[in-house]
């Protein structure tokens, strides 16, 4: 019989299965990401506002935000469960992972969507 | 094997991880390098995402706060700062896609797994270097 801990994993596939989704896409993303910096004209303000004004480019570094908030919500949980081990503060740390790592979703957002 | 020789060989246990022990004493092999080193560039990184999605807000926000950030950028702090994230970053991606390879249970064999431990470590510095020399 497992014991099944609240602030433990979920005993199966999904977050390890995420998280390697996820780094795919942000590899994706990083290399489009460079080649599209040192290949374009060099960066002043009116090419970078452009660069971040195209929808393509908004819905691209979405999709890279979300993956990067979901990404880091796996690891940086599993570093919790390594290393912390009175329940109540993991799950106090993790909780606070989940809610910094929301905001800055949001604070993404904000910023592509001005 | 007698009773008395297998007693002469046996190492003390349990070993309990001391802070030197840790420090001086265990010495990782390659794999074991790239390994912690993820963890502590993803850690590193994670820490940093405040500070880079401030810096990216102020850019996008108006033409004088991007130039504020050109001209924070160039201060020799921030702009060390800036080259130890993209080490981390530059490491945590090449990590990623060596174990995403062990994953598919390639190169796992203890040879390949410290020729391309050695890879990613040297290819980490060399990307970061190349884009360093780039955006400056």
């Known amino acids: 019989m497992v014991r099944?801990?609240?602030?433990?994993?979920?005993?199966?596939?999904?977050?390890?299965?995420?998280?390697?989704?996820?780094?795919?896409?942000?590899?994706?993303?990083?290399?489009?990401?460079?080649?599209?910096?040192?290949?374009?004209?060099?960066?002043?303000?009116?090419?970078?506002?452009?660069?971040?004004?195209?929808?393509?480019?908004?819905?691209?570094?979405?999709?890279?935000?979300?993956?990067?908030?979901?990404?880091?919500?796996?690891?940086?949980?599993?570093?919790?469960?390594?290393?912390?081990?009175?329940?109540?503060?993991?799950?106090?740390?993790?909780?606070?992972?989940?809610?910094?790592?929301?905001?800055?979703?949001?604070?993404?957002?904000?910023?592509?969507?001005? | 094997m007698s009773e008395a020789a297998a007693r002469t060989i046996r190492k003390p246990r349990p070993k309990y991880l001391s802070l030197p022990a840790?420090?001086?004493?265990?010495?990782?092999?390659?794999?074991?390098?790239?390994?912690?080193?993820h963890r502590i560039s993803g850690a590193l990184l994670?820490?940093?995402?405040?500070?880079?999605?401030w810096m990216l807000d102020l850019s996008l926000a108006s033409e004088a706060g991007f130039e504020r950030v050109q001209r924070y950028a160039a201060l020799v702090p921030v702009k060390l700062a800036l080259l130890v994230l993209a080490w981390a970053y530059c490491h945590h991606f090449c990590a990623g896609i060596r174990h995403l390879f062990l994953d598919l249970d390639k190169g796992t064999d203890l040879g390949p797994a410290r020729l391309t431990s050695g890879l990613v470590l040297a290819a980490s510095i060399a990307l970061v270097a190349t884009l360093g020399w780039a955006l400056w």
């Open chain 1, 4 to 114: 099944r801990v609240v602030t433990g994993a979920h005993y199966g596939l999904r977050d390890w299965l995420a998280q390697r989704i996820t780094a795919v896409v942000m590899a994706v993303y990083s290399v489009i990401m460079v080649f599209v910096l040192l290949t374009g004209k060099p960066i002043a303000y009116g090419v970078w506002r452009d660069l971040f004004s195209q929808g393509w480019m908004r819905v691209a570094t979405l999709l890279f935000a979300a993956s990067l908030a979901w990404h880091a919500w796996v690891g940086v949980r599993n570093i919790l469960m390594d290393y912390i081990k009175p329940d109540g503060l993991r799950l106090s740390l993790q909780v606070g992972t989940l809610l910094v790592l929301g905001a800055y979703l949001g604070w993404a957002i904000q910023i592509l969507w001005r």
């Open chain 2, 22 to 37: 840790l420090l001086f004493e265990i010495r990782l092999p390659l794999p074991g390098w790239v390994s912690i080193l």
């Open chain 2, 46 to 53: 994670f820490f940093a995402l405040v500070w880079l999605l």
